[in-house]
């Protein structure tokens, strides 16, 4: 063996012996902005540095569609309005990236027919009723965020031509309920995380409303895990609810649900509620005297 491969062993040998698996993992830098899919240009947010965009509506307004607006690790007090037009919008991580607003929603889409939403809070900090987010007739992804304190709900979904998808998203802390979804949307919803909501996890109402609502987890709400009201449809598989104040799940006889009510508990996890897993009733806001 010749010294130059001998020392190349030896250093090999030597981070494995140090880190037990042989390599050593760069930890990834929060401020640098990941590849965009599009091939377009990158506009960075950064408040505290003078080079770059101090707010991401003020990128945004540059960006063409195939731009990406990568938001840096702060908090920014900004209001984030798009509609007709795509959206790539990507923060650091919804631990590192908040945006809030005190006169309205801070994220607020309208008719936007594609792009994504990805790793920021959006935080309502006013006393008006408005939501964390927005989707009116919109059919981006919204992935990896986080809204919270809303005093509608956190999301709102809602007109017949929303095709939105959420997912791995985080909802919590709103005043109604976490997710809402009404008018017609017919939103895609999975694996999103609903938790400590003064109502409902996850509600949905109105005829011709029909979400997928897929492996979400509804816990410890205020009223129950999912509510289905007036008319709503829905398709429900595997998800949990479970640890609400009420029922994991709460309908109107109106309402139409694949599978069909008596398989629902066959596909879905209600237990572990205090009230029960299912209840159908024609008044399912009485306890908020609606």
């Not at 040998?13 to 599009?38: A, Q």
């Not at 289905?228 to 449809?233: C, G, K, M, N, T």
Request: glycine share 10%; aromatic share 6%.
């Amino acid at each position: 063996m010749d010294i130059d491969r001998q020392s190349g062993m030896l250093a090999l040998n030597s981070v494995h012996r140090g880190t037990g698996t042989g390599f050593t993992m760069k930890k990834p830098d929060l401020r640098d902005p990941p590849e965009n899919p599009k091939g377009g240009k990158t506009f960075i947010v950064d408040g505290t540095h003078p080079a770059d965009f101090s707010l991401p509506s003020a990128a945004l307004k540059e960006a063409g569609e195939d731009d990406l607006v990568f938001v840096r690790p702060g908090i920014y007090e900004d209001k984030i309005f798009i509609a007709d037009h795509p959206i790539q919008l990507t923060g650091a991580g919804r631990d590192d990236v908040e945006i809030f607003y005190r006169r309205g929603s801070p994220l607020n889409l309208q008719k936007v027919p594609e792009g994504q939403v990805r790793g920021i809070t959006f935080r309502y900090v006013g006393s008006d009723p408005y939501s964390a987010m927005n989707l009116l007739d919109t059919t981006c992804h919204v992935s990896a965020c986080r809204a919270r304190d809303g005093i509608q709900s956190g999301i709102l979904v809602y007109g017949p031509d929303s095709r939105a998808t959420l997912r791995d998203n985080e909802v919590c802390g709103n005043r109604e309920s976490g997710i809402f979804i009404f008018a017609g949307a017919r939103p895609y919803i999975r694996e999103n995380l609903c938790v400590g909501n003064h109502h409902f996890g996850i509600a949905v109402r109105d005829a011709e409303t029909r979400p997928d609502l897929i492996r979400n987890i509804c816990r410890n709400n205020m009223l129950s895990g999912i509510l289905l009201f007036y008319f709503a449809e829905a398709m429900l598989l595997e998800n949990q609810c479970r640890d609400n104040a009420q029922w994991g799940m709460v309908l109107t006889p109106d309402c139409k649900i694949t599978p069909p009510l008596d398989e629902l508990q066959h596909s879905n996890a209600l237990s572990e509620n205090p009230q029960g897993a299912l209840h159908e009733t024609h008044e399912p806001l009485r306890a908020i005297g609606r």
